[in-house]
């Protein structure tokens, strides 16, 4: 059975191949806080199905796809602007009459992820997760080893239909259909 709310569904009810480890199920974040519930990941169900096709890329050439982030609830993202009120590492989070729609954690439509090798490895990128200097974005990186598996990453996902976010070499958009509406699914 498939779990779904409005626009969003639960990725492992699609494919039970992903590794899921939400970096914000935990206190071993940036935030230094737990915002999540469960280490559950949702997304919107169009992105979903691209992720699917982006992990079977992977899986062809022998590497697993390990979730970080994807659908975050509005009052989540109005937790992590309390805690770090700056632009440049938070997005503001919505006011409850907003009608314009972005390409959004809040609305399932973006994911943050990275790669494992057959044994569950992190396979070497640039930076950690949630690091937000320089080296995060591809273009400020010498070549090597990391930059390499960093393009892969993007590379496929561009194949598979998502933007990169040029400051984080984590984060992609799914931007194929007009933004969805934001929610507060708690899980």
Not at 24 to 34: A, D, E, H, L, M
Not at 67 to 92: F, G, H
Not at 168 to 178: A, V
């Amino acid at each position: 059975m498939i779990f779904r709310y409005k626009h969003l569904v639960r990725l492992l009810d699609l494919d039970d191949e992903f590794i899921i480890d939400l970096q914000y199920y935990t206190s071993s974040n940036f935030f230094k806080k737990k915002f999540y519930n469960e280490n559950e990941c949702f997304l919107n169900e169009s992105t979903a199905l691209r992720l699917i096709k982006a992990k079977n890329a992977f899986k062809r050439e022998g590497l697993l796809v390990k979730i970080w982030d994807a659908y975050r609830p509005v009052s989540v993202q109005a937790k992590m602007w309390e805690t770090l009120p700056d632009n440049n590492y938070v997005a503001y989070p919505p006011s409850k009459d907003n009608k314009t729609y972005k390409y959004s954690h809040m609305n399932g439509q973006c994911v943050d992820l990275t790669l494992l090798d057959k044994n569950y490895r992190n396979v070497p990128m640039p930076t950690a997760f949630d690091d937000f200097s320089e080296k995060a974005g591809l273009d400020n990186n010498p070549d090597g080893i990391e930059k390499s598996n960093a393009l892969l990453l993007k590379d496929k996902m561009i194949e598979c239909g998502f933007t990169p976010y040029k400051n984080e070499w984590w984060h992609f958009y799914d931007k194929n259909e007009e933004p969805k509406e934001y929610l507060d699914f708690i899980f």
